[in-house]
């Protein structure tokens, strides 16, 4: 198993930075790639960012200028730097690692963290 710990959620003012931080450990194999995800209320849950064992990132277009995926590196960690935040990027904001066990492609998150941006 792989346990995935957030932190750095909180409430913050729109145009406001925050900066969320997830550490994994546990029974990890080969990683290729770690991300954040997030679910607003009512919503499905949406990929915000991702970033491979080989550094490559991909980002939502509504986050694309505003936000950056670092880490995914041999160190298990990843972080999600947020600026110029937007009430819309309110939610819970989830870690997440893909990696391969024994051949199949294996994905675990986190408990989630919640992220408020007031306006």
């Known amino acids: 198993q792989v346990q995935l710990v957030e932190s750095g959620g909180g409430l913050v003012q729109a145009g406001g930075s925050l900066r969320l931080s997830c550490a994994a450990s546990?029974?990890?194999?080969?990683?290729?790639?770690m991300g954040w995800y997030r679910q607003a209320p009512g919503k499905q849950r949406e990929l915000v960012a991702t970033i491979t064992n080989i550094g490559s990132t991909n980002y939502a277009d509504s986050v694309k200028g505003r936000f950056t995926i670092s880490g995914g590196n041999a160190r298990n960690t990843v972080y999600l730097q947020m600026n110029s935040m937007k009430p819309e990027d309110t939610a819970v904001y989830y870690c997440n690692l893909n990696q391969l066990e024994y051949g199949y492609n294996r994905n675990y998150w986190g408990q989630g963290t919640q992220v408020t941006v007031s306006s």
């Open positions: 546990g029974s990890i194999f080969s990683v290729r790639a």
